[in-house]
């Protein structure tokens, strides 16, 4: 194997490793990928938990009220009656807005792995392409290396005319007249 063989050698173990890196980098976005969807799950039951939190506080905080306005013998009417609701209405509002954040942060972090899955699939494309490239300007030097097409060539006869070649002169205007 001659030099040009060797150049065409070297040339196809650069393609091949171009397309597996490619490969490489789509097999580590699909493992952060299952990464953040495991993350999404956890946030999911994470969420579940924080709002059987909020449910336990809502009945904890409804006894204790109910139990402090017994006490007291006042009636469950008039203002002790709207503290009770009004703290019950605060209650379930955090935790309205609590479930909210956690289904944002989990959409969130969904979307990162998409977003990882078409880094993958992108990595593999470029992969392919850096390959063809990269096999493609071997072809070409192993082409101007053997020769192929007369590269030493150059027809003086052929092209436009110039009275006047010199560099940095005034070309004869008289033949445009």
């Known amino acids: 194997m001659g030099y040009a063989g060797a150049m065409l050698a070297l040339t196809a ?10 490969y490489v980098k789509k097999a580590e976005a699909d493992y952060n990928a299952t990464l953040m969807r495991g993350k999404a799950d956890l946030i999911d039951y994470q969420s579940d938990v924080e709002q059987g939190q909020y449910q336990r506080f809502k ?5 204790k009220s109910t139990a402090a306005i017994a006490g007291s ?4 009417n008039g203002s002790a009656m709207a503290v009770m609701l009004d703290a019950q209405t605060q209650i379930s509002i955090d935790q309205s807005i609590a479930k909210f954040n956690k289904e944002q942060e989990k959409n969130y972090t969904l979307a990162q792995a998409d977003a990882f899955k078409r880094q993958g699939k992108q ?7 850096n390959g063809f490239s990269t096999l493609l300007q071997g072809a070409s ?37």
């Open 13 to 22: 173990v650069q393609g091949v490793s171009q397309i597996s890196q490619g």
């Open 59 to 63: 009945g904890q905080h409804l006894s």
């Open 141 to 177: 030097n192993y082409a101007m290396y053997n020769g192929m097409g007369n590269k030493t060539s150059f027809d003086l006869n052929s092209g436009a005319k110039f009275s006047n070649t010199a560099p940095y002169t005034k070309p004869n205007m008289n033949s445009f007249r």
């Open 73 to 76: 013998g006042v009636g469950f």
């Open 123 to 129: 990595a593999v494309a470029s992969g392919y392409a």
